[in-house]
């Protein structure tokens, strides 16, 4: 019995491996630095060098609760080695940590950094970090919250 | 003393502090700052109007490296696909092209300020040997001696109006190379350079003199077919190199009234020239013909030259057994004989069909009216009869000659049989 219950558990492991994704490790895919990019008029904001499109009104509906609200403002965006994109902007309460998901992006994590919004939110890649800097505070991101 | 150290070392720490929180800026506006300030020094590279401007440029460039080179790993990686190296060696690059054209500039300039002298000195030299070969056409009877002095004149001044057509030609062309690029397409300080050398050149008032003076050579003086056909040749280049430049100069000049209307000008002047030149082979041309006595009506161009001459030969025709033979054969051989065929067909009709003066059909035309004169003044047909009947009565002479010795003969053998 004892040796059985051996030879099913050595079969489960290579049905497990055998089933397992192929995963291409490791990899950094973190930007240089962040960029700004202006909302249209249909709320999507496009980045040339990376080259993707993506509507960002749904994240306005989330900071507030007007998804109008997109419409001409500006959008920072940051992605760090880990593949974590960092969204925030002017007056933004929250930065909001997405990951590529099929046809968009899903939300991972939320950080409240200020309760009256950042006045003027710049970040920068300090990989494996994200520094996110508004006026004289300094606030070091990464995908496991804010470190400090 | 203690506690002042200890105020001094706050005081140290606070301005650090103050110094860590303004320089803590995003990386994207430092990007955007640098990308800012490349692309001001481009733009004054590409609008620089001098050597100087140049050189300070070279310095902001060298500065702006100098500010940036501790964000060059940022930059590396931000200013894709170039690199912070590869940046600075392009708009060094661009810089030093820039220079390299003020440095052609200035030696472009420098030739054309020595070409305006030999120009000056030149048309100087023009003037007085024009007024002196004037005076030396107005003596009534020429020795040898002035004819003599007259034509080294003569030479001297077409050598010098060569010369220096060559001059302003060099000028020309060395505009020609600023045009490289369409007119609408330069930029003020391009613009510039060309105002300044058509100035420097003295461009325009020196086309109209080398016009001008080679209107006035072909006054004073007594010009043989090679001499009309290469000055026609000058013509045809120079307007040439004017039709490729006349047009983008009058762009540039876009909005300048003064220089528009000389641009204007001188396009009527290259078309005087051309005329002047016409005239002058169609007048020596019709001198040919008025020195053997032979009216031709008044022409200008190949069409009208070939009715005159085909008028005038119609008239002879019609004018045979009105005229006296004589006169009428004297007439037609000083035209063919003396003129046409010993003067203007070999010596004229070729320059004046090169220079489309004349078409080979206005040739023809002439030659088969000439052909169908010659039929009445010398007729082919009489002139072949009148061998025919010499050639027959020679050939019955002989014939009669060789009968009347055979019939000799037959009479002589009978005596001698009748002596056996």
């Given at each position: 019995?004892?040796?059985?219950?051996?030879?099913?558990?050595?079969?489960?492991?290579?049905?497990?491996?055998?089933?397992?994704?192929?995963?291409?490790q490791p990899a950094d895919f973190a930007w240089p630095v962040e960029?700004?990019?202006?909302?249209?008029?249909?709320?999507?904001?496009?980045?040339?060098?990376?080259?993707?499109?993506?509507?960002?009104?749904?994240?306005?509906?989330?900071?507030?609760?007007?998804?109008?609200?997109?419409?001409?403002?500006?959008?920072?965006?940051?992605?760090?080695?880990?593949?974590?994109?960092?969204?925030?902007?002017?007056?933004?309460?929250?930065?909001?940590?997405?990951?590529?998901?099929?046809?968009?992006?899903?939300?991972?994590?939320?950080?409240?950094?200020?309760?009256?919004?950042?006045?003027?939110?710049?970040?920068?890649?300090?990989?494996?970090?994200?520094?996110?800097?508004?006026?004289?505070?300094?606030?070091?991101?990464?995908?496991?919250?804010?470190?400090? | 003393?203690?506690?002042?150290?200890?105020?001094?070392?706050?005081?140290?720490?606070?301005?650090?502090?103050?110094?860590?929180?303004?320089?803590?800026?995003?990386?994207?506006?430092?990007?955007?700052?640098?990308?800012?300030?490349y692309k001001q020094l481009e733009d004054g590279i590409k609008d620089?109007?001098?050597?100087?401007?140049?050189?300070?440029?070279?310095?902001?460039?060298?500065?702006?490296?100098?500010?940036?080179?501790?964000?060059?790993?940022?930059?590396?990686?931000?200013?894709?696909?170039?690199?912070?190296?590869?940046?600075?060696?392009?708009?060094?690059?661009?810089?030093?092209?820039?220079?390299?054209?003020?440095?052609?500039?200035?030696?472009?300039?420098?030739?054309?300020?020595?070409?305006?002298?030999?120009?000056?000195?030149?048309?100087?030299?023009?003037?007085?040997?024009?007024?002196?070969?004037?005076?030396?056409?107005?003596?009534?009877?020429?020795?040898?001696?002035?004819?003599?002095?007259?034509?080294?004149?003569?030479?001297?001044?077409?050598?010098?109006?060569?010369?220096?057509?060559?001059?302003?030609?060099?000028?020309?062309?060395?505009?020609?190379?600023?045009?490289?690029?369409?007119?609408?397409?330069?930029?003020?300080?391009?613009?510039?350079?060309?105002?300044?050398?058509?100035?420097?050149?003295?461009?325009?008032?020196?086309?109209?003199?080398?016009?001008?003076?080679?209107?006035?050579?072909?006054?004073?003086?007594?010009?043989?077919?090679?001499?009309?056909?290469?000055?026609?040749?000058?013509?045809?280049?120079?307007?040439?190199?004017?039709?490729?430049?006349?047009?983008?100069?009058?762009?540039?000049?876009?909005?300048?009234?003064?220089?528009?209307?000389?641009?204007?000008?001188?396009?009527?002047?290259?078309?005087?020239?051309?005329?002047?030149?016409?005239?002058?082979?169609?007048?020596?041309?019709?001198?040919?013909?008025?020195?053997?006595?032979?009216?031709?009506?008044?022409?200008?161009?190949?069409?009208?030259?070939?009715?005159?001459?085909?008028?005038?030969?119609?008239?002879?025709?019609?004018?045979?057994?009105?005229?006296?033979?004589?006169?009428?054969?004297?007439?037609?051989?000083?035209?063919?004989?003396?003129?046409?065929?010993?003067?203007?067909?070999?010596?004229?009709?070729?320059?004046?069909?090169?220079?489309?003066?004349?078409?080979?059909?206005?040739?023809?035309?002439?030659?088969?009216?000439?052909?169908?004169?010659?039929?009445?003044?010398?007729?082919?047909?009489?002139?072949?009869?009148?061998?025919?009947?010499?050639?027959?009565?020679?050939?019955?002479?002989?014939?009669?000659?060789?009968?009347?010795?055979?019939?000799?003969?037959?009479?002589?053998?009978?005596?001698?049989?009748?002596?056996?």
């Open positions: 019995m004892r040796i059985v219950k051996h030879v099913l558990l050595v079969f489960l492991v290579f049905i497990s491996a055998s089933c397992s994704k192929l995963i291409l960029n700004v990019i202006k909302i249209d008029d249909k709320g999507f904001i496009e980045e040339p060098r990376y080259s993707f499109t993506i509507n960002v009104k749904p994240l306005f509906q989330e900071e507030f609760a007007d998804s109008n609200l997109a419409i001409g403002k500006e959008i920072r965006i940051i992605r760090d080695n880990l593949g974590y994109y960092y969204l925030t902007g002017i007056n933004f309460k929250n930065v909001y940590l997405f990951l590529p998901d099929e046809g968009g992006m899903q939300l991972e994590e939320t950080y409240l950094i200020s309760e009256t919004g950042l006045l003027s939110p710049v970040m920068n890649q300090k990989s494996p970090n994200i520094e996110l800097i508004d006026g004289d505070k300094i606030y070091i991101l990464n995908n496991n919250g804010i470190v400090r | 003393m203690k506690s002042k150290k200890v105020i001094n070392n706050i005081v140290l720490a606070c301005l650090l502090l103050l110094a860590a929180v303004t320089y803590a800026q995003s990386d994207f506006e430092k990007t955007q700052n640098f990308k800012t300030r620089a109007i001098t050597l100087e401007e140049c050189n300070t440029i070279g310095e902001s460039i060298a500065k702006l490296k100098k500010e940036f080179i501790n964000d060059k790993a940022l930059l590396d990686k931000t200013l894709y696909p170039e690199t912070f190296e590869s940046s600075f060696t392009k708009i060094e690059k661009a810089l030093e092209v820039r220079k390299g054209d003020f440095t052609q500039i200035v030696e472009l300039t420098t030739e054309v300020g020595t070409l305006k002298t030999q120009i000056t000195e030149i048309s100087e030299k023009n003037k007085s040997l024009i007024a002196e070969i004037r005076q030396l056409n107005l003596k009534g009877e020429k020795d040898a001696a002035t004819i003599a002095s007259l034509q080294k004149l003569v030479a001297q001044l077409r050598s010098n109006i060569q010369q220096r057509d060559m001059l302003v030609r060099d000028i020309v062309d060395s505009l020609l190379t600023q045009f490289v690029k369409v007119p609408s397409t330069l930029n003020d300080a391009e613009k510039q350079n060309i105002y300044s050398k058509v100035e420097a050149g003295n461009l325009f008032y020196n086309i109209e003199r080398t016009i001008s003076d080679n209107i006035q050579f072909m006054r004073v003086t007594e010009l043989t077919p090679e001499d009309l056909s290469e000055m026609k040749k000058q013509h045809k280049d120079f307007n040439k190199v004017w039709r490729q430049i006349g047009p983008r100069l009058a762009d540039v000049y876009l909005g300048k009234q003064d220089k528009t209307t000389e641009i204007a000008s001188i396009d009527n002047m290259f078309s005087l020239w051309n005329q002047r030149i016409n005239e002058e082979i169609w007048n020596q041309i019709n001198k040919l013909f008025r020195e053997k006595q032979i009216s031709l009506l008044q022409f200008n161009n190949g069409d009208q030259f070939t009715t005159s001459v085909v008028s005038f030969i119609d008239d002879e025709i019609k004018n045979i057994g009105v005229k006296r033979p004589e006169e009428s054969e004297n007439t037609y051989y000083a035209f063919t004989d003396s003129v046409w065929f010993q003067t203007v067909q070999p010596n004229w009709v070729p320059i004046l069909i090169e220079n489309k003066m004349m078409t080979e059909a206005n040739k023809d035309t002439i030659e088969t009216r000439i052909g169908k004169w010659k039929e009445y003044i010398a007729p082919a047909s009489a002139f072949n009869w009148y061998y025919i009947i010499l050639i027959a009565v020679i050939i019955v002479l002989i014939i009669a000659y060789l009968l009347k010795g055979k019939k000799k003969t037959n009479v002589d053998i009978p005596s001698a049989d009748s002596n056996q």
